[in-house]
C-alpha cells in the first residue's frame, strides 16, 4: 500500500526506517555506562537496575533470546520510541497490510519521525480508510539490531516495565512471518505470565507490587471483556446483506456509541485503575483501533490452554509457541498442542 502518492515509495520507506534505526544506534549509550555516571536521579537508576534485573530472568529462567538487546539506552527526549499506523475498510474488520522483505506481511508500519507518520496517515484517510495513528514507548526488530531500552519505557511502574521488556524479547524468541496477530499475541501472552512470575518471586505474592500487578491484570480482563463483545457486535453489523457498504458505515455509529455507554456505565465503575482506561468511555469509530486491540488479544485463552498442558511451565510453553511460529497455521497448531495430539 506504499505508493508514490503519499511522497515515498516501499523503498524510500525501507531507507527511512534505516535511517531511523541508525540514528537511534548512534545516540544509544550503553545501560552499564549510564549507571556509572553520577548524573542520574535515584528513580532512573532503580529503574535501569530493574531492566537489567527483568532481561536476566527473561534469558535465564524463561529462556528468550535477547541477543544484543536492551544492553543500549535511548533518550527520545519526551517523545515515542516510533510512531505507528494502522488502517482498515471502514465497512467491515479486515486489517490492511503491508509486504516487507524478510518479516513478510505485517498490519501496521512505524515512523520515527512524526512529520512522515502524518503524511502517510493522510494519505491512507485520503483512500477511505479508518487509520490509527498511536506512540509506542518500545518496538522490536526481532533480534536483527539490539534494540535499545527507550527511555519513556522508564516512566512505567515495575511490573509494567517487566511485562513490556519481556513482551519485547518474546519477538526476538517468537515469531511468525507474515503474522502480526500471532507475534502480538503471544509476546502480550508471555509478557504477562513472565512479569507475573518475576514478581511473585521477586516481591512474593503477597506484596503490594504483586498485588497492584493482579489489580491491573483484572482490569485488563474487563476492558477485553469488553472489547471483544464490541467486536462481536461489529462483526454482526457489518455481516449484514441487506445493508450496502455506505448504510453499514453510516450506521455503525450507533454499534460504537452503544459500546461507549455500556463501558462508561458497566464496565468503568469496576475498575481498579478507571482513569487509565476512560478513554474508552468516548469510544472512537474506527475499526483500525478496534483490530489493534484484537491483534494484540486474538485467543489469548488457548496460549493459556497450551501453559495449562505444559503443566504451568512457561519456558515450555513457549516452545511450544515457537514451535507454532513455525508451521502454516500457528493458531491450528496451538489447538492440537493444547488437546495433547
Known amino acids: 500500500m506504499l505508493s508514490g502518492g503519499c511522497g515515498f515509495t516501499t523503498l524510500d520507506y525501507l531507507l527511512l526506517l534505516a535511517a531511523g534505526q541508525a ?24 529503574k535501569l537496575l530493574w531492566v537489567q534485573e527483568v532481561r536476566e530472568f527473561a534469558t535465564g529462567r524463561l529462556g528468550l533470546e535477547a541477543g544484543e538487546s536492551y544492553r543500549l539506552f535511548y533518550d527520545t527526549s519526551g517523545g515515542p ?22 518479516i513478510g506481511a505485517i498490519e501496521y508500519v512505524g515512523f520515527f519521525d512524526l512529520k512522515d507518520a502524518l503524511a502517510y496517515e493522510r494519505y491512507l484517510e ?16 526481532a533480534g536483527i539490531y539490539p534494540d535499545p531500552l527507550f527511555s519513556p519505557v522508564l516512566e512505567l511502574a515495575e511490573d509494567e516495565l517487566a511485562e513490556t521488556v519481556i513482551h519485547e524479547l518474546t519477538h526476538n524468541t517468537v515469531f511468525a512471518a507474515g503474522n502480526s ?8 501472552f508471555v509478557g504477562r505470565r513472565g512479569a507475573e512470575m518475576l514478581m511473585e518471586e521477586r516481591f512474593g505474592t503477597g506484596s503490594e ?12 480482563g474487563r476492558t477485553e471483556a469488553f472489547m471483544s463483545d464490541l467486536i462481536a457486535d461489529l462483526e454482526g453489523f457489518y455481516s449484514r446483506e441487506d445493508l450496502g457498504r455506505d448504510e453499514k458505515i453510516a450506521g455503525r455509529d450507533a454499534v460504537f456509541a452503544s459500546a461507549s455507554e455500556r463501558f462508561a456505565t458497566q464496565v468503568l465503575p469496576e475498575m481498579s485503575e478507571p482513569a487509565r482506561y476512560a478513554g474508552l468511555a468516548d469510544l472512537p469509530a474506527n475499526n483500525a483501533f478496534v483490530l489493534l486491540h484484537r491483534r494484540y488479544h486474538l485467543d489469548l485463552e488457548l496460549f493459556e490452554s497450551v501453559y ?17 511460529a513455525g508451521t502454516d497455521d500457528p493458531y491450528g497448531y496451538l489447538r492440537s498442542a493444547s488437546a495433547g495430539r
Open 23 to 46: 540514528e537511534v544506534l548512534e545516540g544509544s549509550e550503553p545501560i552499564s555506562e549510564a549507571l556509572a555516571g553520577s548524573d542520574l536521579d535515584a528513580s532512573t537508576r532503580a
Open 81 to 102: 520510541a516510533v510512531w505507528n499506523i494502522s488502517a482498515a475498510p471502514k465497512d467491515r474488520l479486515t486489517a490492511a497490510s503491508w509486504t516487507m522483505p524478510v
Open 126 to 141: 485520503g483512500l477511505g480508510l479508518d487509520v490509527w495513528r498511536f506512540g509506542a514507548v518500545a518496538y522490536s526488530t
Open 181 to 188: 496477530a500471532y507475534n502480538e499475541s503471544v509476546a502480550t
Open 209 to 220: 507490587l504483586a498485588q497492584r500487578f493482579d489489580e491491573r491484570r483484572a482490569d485488563e
Open 308 to 324: 495449562e498442558a505444559s503443566d504451568r511451565d512457561l519456558p515450555a510453553a513457549i516452545r511450544v509457541f515457537g514451535e507454532a
